[in-house]
């Protein structure tokens, strides 16, 4: 192995520099946090430049005595931490190139930087290959970096889609994720408000966090002509957020800038990274539109940082406990109104998680429902224009009010507003579902997956507007082809199995339950083919754990419909009518209620919920 002789103490490339005896790496003289070990591999690669420093090299320098470390994902870690600390791709490499199988090299120019004592801060170089990159190294001090690539026309066709990929956590600490998921989140809602660009939702783009595919293969999964990647780091006060722009299917570099903010003022650069990029990808802006992205907007810092939280769990709930998530969301958002009650964004935060605690029974409507309608009035008092709270003022309206006109209203005017918020679609699309409007319904969860196409609970619902047209089949199928993406999903499975159930399909009905691992869907199953123990069983244990926490008597009501207990049924109905339970303005639709439909006491109901 060649031995690299000890480098001068400080190098140079590009903008960077890495100083030996401070164990640092510094942009513009200010540093980028590195770990030990990148830090270590960049200065190997560094000692000999232009040259191929192996992979054998690189574990003998950097793990010499361990032997109980995975090298492979050891150094390929390592290597990629350092690209996303100086802005650089396996791709389109402008530092490190990789060896296929053999190492790496390090391709840019390097030089002696001099002794770092009594040195001023140096000059930045506007080189045409640094204006191409990728803008890694975030800023501190108050002066944000910024350097442009000019799209020239050539080799660029129009871009009517974008895909914000997660920004990367360059903290190092993970626990930082919640506030760099939360900005990415955050510049998604506001390009999502412009009607000229179809934007993918923050939902499907997440499945690609940490995700090492190439960005044009990305796009092609996405169905995007663009992507806009970044990072995103906060230290103390302070936050540093990059991003730059690609044309995917050339993977040409368009745009790129950094940014440094207080917290407090991150709602205002939200709007203002969502104009810079609608002008690079030449975004036709309505007057409302471009005021709505130029509105000054601010939040105590503190209060900003809970409402991330907040959102960090509410995004969770499919994914962790449904209970706990909701429960940690509206603690968050609790907290961050209570440090600034004129947020009017954690304000509808607040309301629209208050809306799934209800429909999901995490709590009991007489809690969950006064307080969506609170919450969203407060938002629409102190911002008129926010999409989030009009959505959560539409369900209220629908579920509490039963004010049907009224709720379909706010989930348009919600629509307006924000085009591409799938909250909105998806809650408008249960609307349509419950009232019977099976072909409208359709088109609104079409829509949505445009925008959101891996959302699985819109592909629910998709199925669900099949059925109700009759088209079993192609429902069943779209189930099918939605379980290939998350096999694991119980709301999926159980919409397939409940679907073979109805169309008297019960052994494969009972397949689809048994892979769940559902008891009670099991014994629904039995119940139908004459077998009711099981379900009584099921009945005994409901009753128990109603014992501990709410039940929703719509979930009595189903069990007792299942064994032709009507009257029993109808009782459990009258209680979820009253109540408001989340649930029972989808009765109207629901294949579980068709054994009720030709009693009067239903089509009575039906009149009570103005569905008739």
């Known amino acids: 192995?060649?031995?690299?002789?000890?480098?001068?103490?400080?190098?140079?490339?590009?903008?960077?520099?890495?100083?030996?005896?401070?164990?640092?790496?510094?942009?513009?003289?200010?540093?980028?946090?590195?770990?030990?070990?990148?830090?270590?591999?960049?200065?190997?690669?560094?000692?000999?430049?232009?040259?191929?420093?192996?992979?054998?090299?690189?574990?003998?320098?950097l793990w010499p005595a361990d032997t109980f470390v995975d090298f492979d994902n050891s150094i390929n870690n390592a290597v990629n931490r350092v690209r996303a600390a100086v802005g650089d791709s396996a791709e389109s490499p402008r530092f490190i190139e990789t060896l296929g199988g053999r190492g790496y090299r390090f391709i840019a120019p390097v030089q002696d930087g001099g002794p770092a004592e009594g040195r001023s801060r140096p000059t930045r170089r506007r080189t045409l290959a640094i204006a191409g990159a990728f803008v890694a190294a975030l800023l501190a001090g108050g002066l944000a970096l910024t350097w442009w690539e000019r799209r020239d026309g050539a080799g660029t066709g129009p871009i009517r889609s974008l895909a914000v990929l997660p920004l990367a956590n360059l903290s190092g600490n993970p626990d930082e994720d919640y506030f760099v998921d939360g900005l990415t989140e955050a510049v998604i809602t506001d390009l999502a408000s412009i009607r000229s660009v179809r934007v993918i939702s923050r939902q499907s783009v997440m499945r690609y966090k940490g995700s090492q595919k190439p960005l044009p293969e990305i796009a092609r999964e996405l169905g995007v002509d663009a992507v806009v990647e970044g990072s995103a780091a906060r230290s103390g006060s302070r936050v540093r957020v990059s991003a730059q722009l690609l044309y995917a299917p050339g993977d040409?570099?368009?745009?790129?800038?950094?940014?440094?903010?207080?917290?407090?003022?991150?709602?205002?650069?939200?709007?203002?990274?969502a104009r810079t990029i609608a002008e690079e990808v030449r975004a036709t802006l309505t007057p409302e539109e471009r005021s709505r992205l130029a509105r000054s907007r601010t939040a105590d810092p503190e209060a900003y940082d809970l409402y991330l939280?907040?959102?960090?769990?509410?995004?969770?709930?499919?994914?962790?406990?449904?209970?706990?998530?909701?429960?940690k969301s509206v603690v968050y958002l609790?907290?961050?109104?209570?440090?600034?009650?004129?947020?009017?964004?954690?304000?509808?935060?607040?309301?629209?998680?208050?809306?799934?605690?209800?429909?999901?029974?995490?709590?009991?409507?007489?809690?969950?429902?006064?307080?969506?309608?609170?919450?969203?009035?407060?938002?629409?008092?102190?911002?008129?224009?926010?999409?989030?709270?009009?959505?959560?003022?539409?369900?209220?309206?629908?579920?509490?009010?039963?004010?049907?006109?009224g709720a379909e209203r706010e989930f348009q005017r919600a629509l307006e507003l924000n085009p591409g918020y799938p909250t909105a679609r998806l809650w408008y699309s249960f609307l349509l579902l419950h009232e019977g409007r099976s072909e409208e319904a359709l088109q609104q969860t079409e829509r949505g997956l445009e925008n959101d196409p891996f959302s699985l609970i819109l592909r629910d619902n998709n199925a669900w507007a099949l059925t109700q047209l009759g088209r079993n089949d192609e429902a069943i199928s779209r189930l099918q082809k939605a379980l290939e993406l998350d096999p694991g999903s119980r709301r999926l499975r159980g919409q397939l199995a409940r679907l073979y159930l109805d169309l008297r399909r019960h052994q494969e009905a009972l397949a689809e339950y048994e892979k769940m691992g559902s008891q009670e869907g099991i014994a629904l199953v039995h119940a139908a083919m004459g077998q009711p123990e099981e379900?009584?069983?099921?009945?005994?244990?409901?009753?128990?754990?109603?014992?501990?926490?709410y039940v929703s008597p719509l979930e009595f009501a189903s069990i007792h419909t299942a064994l032709g207990e009507k009257d029993r049924a109808f009782a459990y109905l009258d209680e979820a009518y009253r109540t408001r339970a989340g649930s029972i303005t989808g009765i109207k639709t629901t294949p579980q209620w068709a054994p009720l439909r030709s009693d009067p006491r239903f089509t009575d109901l039906l009149r009570r919920l103005n569905l008739l």
Not at 42 to 51: K, T, V
Not at 309 to 327: E, I, K, P, S, T
Not at 535 to 549: D, F, I, M, P
């Open 1 to 61: 192995m060649a031995t690299a002789s000890p480098g001068p103490r400080v190098v140079r490339f590009g903008a960077f520099e890495l100083d030996r005896r401070a164990g640092e790496l510094r942009k513009d003289g200010l540093k980028v946090k590195l770990a030990e070990k990148p830090l270590r591999l960049l200065e190997l690669l560094l000692d000999r430049p232009g040259e191929v420093v192996t992979r054998e090299e690189l574990r003998q320098q």
């Open 252 to 273: 040409r570099h368009l745009w790129a800038k950094s940014y440094e903010r207080d917290v407090g003022d991150l709602l205002a650069l939200q709007g203002e990274v």
């Open 309 to 327: 939280r907040g959102r960090y769990f509410f995004n969770r709930r499919y994914n962790d406990d449904l209970r706990v998530a909701l429960l």
């Open 334 to 405: 609790e907290q961050a109104i209570a440090r600034d009650p004129r947020f009017a964004l954690a304000q509808a935060a607040l309301a629209e998680t208050y809306v799934p605690t209800n429909g999901l029974d995490v709590l009991p409507p007489w809690e969950a429902g006064p307080r969506i309608r609170e919450y969203a009035l407060k938002a629409l008092a102190l911002d008129p224009d926010l999409a989030e709270a009009r959505t959560a003022l539409g369900n209220y309206k629908q579920v509490v009010e039963l004010d049907w006109a």
């Open 535 to 549: 379900l009584r069983v099921v009945l005994a244990r409901l009753h128990e754990t109603a014992k501990q926490r």
